[in-house]
């Protein structure tokens, strides 16, 4: 049986077992899903295409018996010349002293080491007598810990295989390896360790694969079902003709997109769940617009709802625009971190009183002293920027309140579809009609009094341009010092043609206001900034957005960034000003010239940057998959989730015998995770 402790493979004694517990292999079963993590690949190919240092394999004709030479206390070095296409090659081998018997004249040898082609030389690391196999061999290679050598865990696991291929069982449903073409798990088993053939270890691999993914998510979405039914949020019996009118009242009708968003969230809301939903959306697809519509719901049944966002300015704007949509419909208040003294408590006594309907604020948000009387609904906006400490908290201030996660980063569908597996989201996926597309360039640093005249050139039409400056390392005195100069130099050259602005986070947020009254009033012409305006602002004149050493940016957010125009009717212009030394910041250029549409960006940024860097370090909580990658598989990865969804939706694992073993195989891994906690 595979559940038998590894000693039972014959060849494998204590000492061996206790080396292979550091690769957290204890019984037969672990031993033969240890899968290699690389195979070398030993292919006979002529002396010319030979690669200096790589790792080859050569066969040739033995011209002479080999010379051996003893050095050091233990070390030998035997040499010999082989012909190989008629040439001479040298075979050197290190401390093998016993092959210079198996090794004779007119012997045909097959030979693997590291290549010199200078010397026309072979290092031998790995040799057979007789010709190379017909195929290409192809050699597992193990990750390896202490005293665990390749050699002996490959030894082990071919007599693991000969004694305990036959009792490894199918566990997937025969209906999917047939539609998939998936060889059963024992084959495939067998060829992930020896393949004979690169094509039977690339169905082995995908069959490990769609495995992997299939597990991931049935886990993934029972555990969501699950909750789903345990937790109790309050079903909202929102007023639908008031929502009907209000919805009217826009100077604009929905997107689908809009709508079906919309139609998601409201659902959710009205059900006994609790709303746990992320409304993914580029910047300017309307998610503000759906975001009011829902606040407005909460409140028409009853409810308060508060809206978190990550800055004052944003939260500032959310409230003006909010103010200004509402009308008399809603009392809204803004909560920030400057709200203080005696305005701040009456501020609370209002939240408290549920004489406040709205609350719209930035971190100040979730201290202690406030208490909503009835918050129903949530939204935090840019969620990534909020710890999940700072979120459970604001949750728990009301009663189950149901939330959504807006953000304007649209996650890659990879990631979000594993990494927010218990989480249901949403996507507007379509601009609103009329926008043009921003054109964006990339301009070397040279260029910038062509920008600059540029700029000027626009401003004469009427128009307003951003200038940022690049962030070093969170708001510091380096990044205000950078914005400063950047906006002397430009004070500068411009002279009295027209006013140039200057933003930063070290401004009190009277100044800041001040400063973007006189922007969205269009007394300042040119706003030179540090990235506080990335977020949200909204001024429809501004068409230019100029990003200054923009390779010190993600794709992410200079696609932010680029948000900020675009927003009125005018062509507007995104300029990106860098010199970047790497491949990576050169590529992210031509990525940001190529495409305007976020969620291409962001798998175009996710490839670049790896899915651990997307969420930071090491919070990221993506699974570790043993075959799989989420990126490279995402195919896989779709299918696996679309026949999860299948799977749980017709009750499958309870009700037909073909998913039995699938379901034992779910039931083991659970009660081994219970164990573990
Ligand atoms: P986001 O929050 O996704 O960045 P907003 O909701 O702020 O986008 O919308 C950006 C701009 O587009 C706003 O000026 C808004 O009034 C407008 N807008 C939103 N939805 C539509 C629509 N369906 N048609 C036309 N304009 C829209
Ligand atoms: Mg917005």
């Not at 990750?143 to 069982?169: E, F, M, P, Q």
């Not at 003294?341 to 406040?356: F, P, S």
């Not at 400490?389 to 594993?418: C, H, S, W, Y």
């Not at 070397?444 to 951003?466: C, D, H, M, P, W």
Request: aromatic share 8%; net charge negative; with cysteine.
């Amino acid at each position: 049986m595979l559940s038998e402790p590894v000693t039972a493979i014959a060849g494998v004694g204590e000492k061996f077992a206790e080396d292979l517990s550091v690769l957290k292999i204890y019984t037969v079963g672990d031993l033969l899903n240890y899968f290699p993590y690389r195979y070398d690949v030993f292919e006979i190919k002529p002396l010319s295409e030979l690669i200096h240092e790589d790792k080859v394999t050569i066969e040739g004709k033995v011209l002479h018996e080999p010379s051996l030479n003893f050095y050091g206390k233990k070390k030998s070095r035997l040499a010999f010349n082989v012909e190989v296409e008629g040439i001479a090659v040298k075979a050197v081998m290190f401390n093998r002293a016993f092959a210079k018997k198996q090794i004779n004249t007119g012997d045909t040898m097959t030979l693997t080491g590291k290549w010199d082609a200078h010397r026309l030389q072979i290092t031998v690391s790995n040799y057979k007598k007789g010709p190379a196999a017909e195929q290409a061999e192809i050699q597992p290679l193990y990750s390896l810990k202490g005293d665990v050598t390749n050699y002996k865990l490959k030894k082990a696991v071919k007599t693991g295989i000969r004694d305990y291929a036959n009792t490894v069982d199918e566990i997937l449903p025969e209906q999917y390896l047939e539609s998939y073409k998936l060889p059963v798990r024992r084959d495939a088993l067998v060829t992930m360790h020896f393949p004979n053939s690169r094509i039977d270890l690339k169905h082995a691999r995908r069959r490990f694969i769609y495995e992997e993914f299939l597990l991931f998510q049935l886990k993934m979405q029972l555990l969501r079902k699950l909750k789903r039914e345990s937790t109790h949020g309050n079903a909202q019996h929102y007023d639908a003709a008031l929502l009907r009118d209000f919805i009217d009242s826009f100077p604009f009708t929905l997107t689908n997109a809009q709508q079906k968003s919309l139609n998601q969230i409201l659902a959710d809301m009205k059900s006994a769940y609790r709303m746990n939903r992320l409304l993914q959306g580029d910047v300017g697809s309307g998610k503000t617009a759906v975001a009011a519509i829902c606040l407005y719901a909460a409140l028409t049944s009853g409810k308060q709802g508060a809206l978190m966002v990550p800055t004052e300015i944003l939260a500032e704007q959310h409230f003006e625009s909010l103010t200004e949509l509402f009308g008399e419909k809603a009392s809204i208040v803004l909560l920030t971190g400057s709200v203080k003294g005696k305005k701040r408590k009456e501020l609370t006594a209002a939240i408290e009183e549920h004489e406040a309907d709205i609350v719209i604020g930035t971190h100040a948000l979730i201290q202690d002293d406030v208490n909503f009387a009835d918050l129903g609904f949530v939204i935090v906006d840019e969620q990534h920027r909020f710890g999940v400490e700072q979120r459970r908290t604001l949750r728990d201030k009301g009663l189950n309140p149901d939330v959504l996660f807006m953000t304007a980063t649209p996650i890659p569908r990879t990631l979000a579809i594993t990494a927010f597996g218990d989480m249901d989201v949403s996507a507007i996926d379509e601009m609103p009609s009329g926008r043009k597309e921003i054109e964006t360039y990339w301009a070397k640093e040279n260029t910038l009094e062509r920008v600059l005249q540029f700029i000027e050139k626009r401003v004469s039409a009427g128009e307003q341009a951003y200038v940022i400056c690049p962030l070093i390392e969170e708001s510091d005195k380096m990044d205000i010092q950078n914005a400063v100069d950047l906006y002397n130099q430009l004070e500068e050259f411009y002279g009295s043609n027209l006013t140039v602005g200057l933003m930063h986070g070290r401004l009190s947020s009277d100044e800041k206001e001040e400063t973007m009254k006189q922007f969205a009033e269009n007394e300042v012409q040119v706003l030179v900034s540090t990235t506080v305006v990335e977020v949200g602002v909204n001024v429809p004149n501004a068409t230019i957005m100029v990003i200054y050493d923009a390779e010190r940016f993600g794709l992410s957010q200079l696609h932010q960034l680029r948000g900020r125009v675009g927003r009125g009717e005018k062509q507007s212009y995104c300029i990106l000003i860098a010199d970047p030394k790497g491949e990576t910041g050169k590529e992210r250029m031509r990525i940001m010239t190529e495409t305007n549409n976020g969620f291409e960006l962001s798998e175009q940024d996710l490839k670049l940057r790896g899915p651990g860097d997307f969420f930071g370090k090491k919070q990221s909580g993506l699974p570790d998959f043993k075959v799989a990658d989420m990126i490279h598989d995402y195919r896989a990865l779709e299918t696996a989730r679309q026949d999860a969804q299948e799977i749980i939706e017709h009750n499958l694992l309870d009700e037909n015998a073909a998913f039995y073993p699938l379901r034992i195989r779910l039931e083991n891994e659970q009660m081994l995770r219970d164990k573990l906690d």
